[in-house]
């Protein structure tokens, strides 16, 4: 199976309903930090407007064969297409440790219901 990232970096306070959106879209799961962000356009910013530069950090790690579907639904729900929002890439994962695949979480019998 092969596995790519998306990195998205936004604005902060954009992250929960980008997330949502790529989970609705087939996203097994998302990571989401805090950053801040450097440079001359958040200095400058669009039109002479000034850019917060508090930003957050999505890592969504996936199957391949989800990534457009994915990607798609995130530019949408975060309007990542607009200057100055953000701005998300897609990298290869060359390997990963400790994922569970959706058929796995499926199939197993209910394993994280509390014992009595």
């Known amino acids: 199976m092969k596995l790519k990232m998306i990195i998205a970096i936004i ?4 992250a ?4 949502g959106a790529a989970i609705k879209a ?7 930090f805090y950053g801040r962000g450097q440079g001359i356009r958040e200095r400058l910013g669009i039109l002479g407007l000034a850019i917060q530069p508090e930003k957050e950090i999505i890592f969504i790690i996936l199957e391949e064969r989800l990534v457009d579907q994915v990607l798609e639904a995130m530019v949408k729900a ?3 297409d607009q200057p100055g929002v953000g701005f998300v890439f897609v990298v290869p994962v060359d390997r990963a440790l400790g994922m569970l695949e959706a058929q796995e979480i499926a199939g197993r019998p209910e394993a994280d219901t509390p014992s009595e």
């Open 78 to 80: 975060g309007k990542l």
């Open 16 to 19: 929960d309903k980008t997330v």
């Open 11 to 14: 604005q902060r306070g954009m």
């Open 26 to 32: 087939g996203a097994p799961a998302a990571t989401v």
